[in-house]
T-cell receptor, first 115, second 111 residues
Framework: GAVVSQHPSWVICKSGTSVKIECRSL??????MFWYRQFPKQSLMLMAT?????????EQGVEKDKFLINHASLTLSTLTVTSAHPEDSSFYIC???????????FGPGTRLTVL | DAKTTQPTSMDCAEGRAANLPCNHS???????VYWYRQIHSQGPQYIIH???NNETNEMASLIITEDRKSSTLILPHATLRDTAVYYC????????????FGAGTILRVKS
């Protein structure tokens, strides 16, 4: 299957700072990427859908000004958590796909801890 | 909200077949049944999907009932590395459609 990477794999930051998470499709062009968040012992919750070159579509309840998504190329999408607070601590996972695939390919996830 | 219902957890002996059920009684005609799994602290992994015919690949088999209201994922010879949370999801086939994850089934394979 296609490979998706995320960087960093884990990050610890102070409250009030911003953190950028990268999601890359390594061996295919991802016209669509998704960002999920997963709290401990819970399932994945979709945050937003981004199509290359377009503004992201956010799910209800997700603040677009707090979670900035940029999908500027066919192999890279970034999620920036602005002014992070302890309640933003979570496991952030991206997935990618294009019209040649019937499934989504997921990255390994990024563990964010906000102190 | 997820449109599927799965048991919270299941145990399976190593080497035996693991049969994971899923109910999707409100599935629409254009929706496929997808199965993903998530091993602890990793991203989900695609397993298999189908519309109405049974499907098999190198990882698993998918059996969908004739009325499409339920399905079963079969891991023919479970190993310890198959211990994971298994998610059954219904979604249209078109790429770009979002996946709505439910709680899934925690499968524990025991030696």
């Amino acid at each position: 299957g296609a490979v998706v990477s995320q960087h960093p794999s884990w990050v610890i930051c102070k409250s009030g700072t911003s953190v950028k998470i990268e999601c890359r499709s390594l061996d295919f062009q991802a016209t669509t990427m998704f960002w999920y968040r997963q709290f401990p012992k819970q399932s994945l919750m979709l945050m937003a859908t981004s199509n290359e070159g377009s503004k992201a579509t956010y799910e209800q309840g997700v603040e677009k000004d707090k979670f900035l998504i940029n999908h500027a190329s066919l192999t890279l999408s970034t999620l920036t958590v602005t002014s992070a607070h302890p309640e933003d601590s979570s496991f952030y996972i991206c997935s990618a796909t294009n019209d040649g695939y019937n499934e989504q390919f997921f990255g390994p996830g990024t563990r964010l801890t906000v102190l | 909200d997820a449109k599927t219902t799965q048991p919270t957890s299941m145990d399976c002996a190593e080497g035996r077949a693991a049969n994971l059920p899923c109910n999707h009684s409100t599935i629409s005609g254009n929706e496929y049944v997808y199965w993903y799994r998530q091993i602890h602290s990793q991203g989900p992994q695609y397993i298999i999907h189908g519309l109405k015919n049974n499907e098999t690949n190198e990882m698993a088999s998918l059996i969908i009932t004739e009325d499409r209201k339920s399905s079963t994922l079969i891991l023919p010879h479970a190993t310890l590395r198959d211990t994971a949370v298994y998610y059954c999801i219904v979604s249209p086939l078109e790429y770009g459609n979002k996946l709505v994850f439910g709680a899934g089934t925690i499968l524990r394979v025991k030696s």
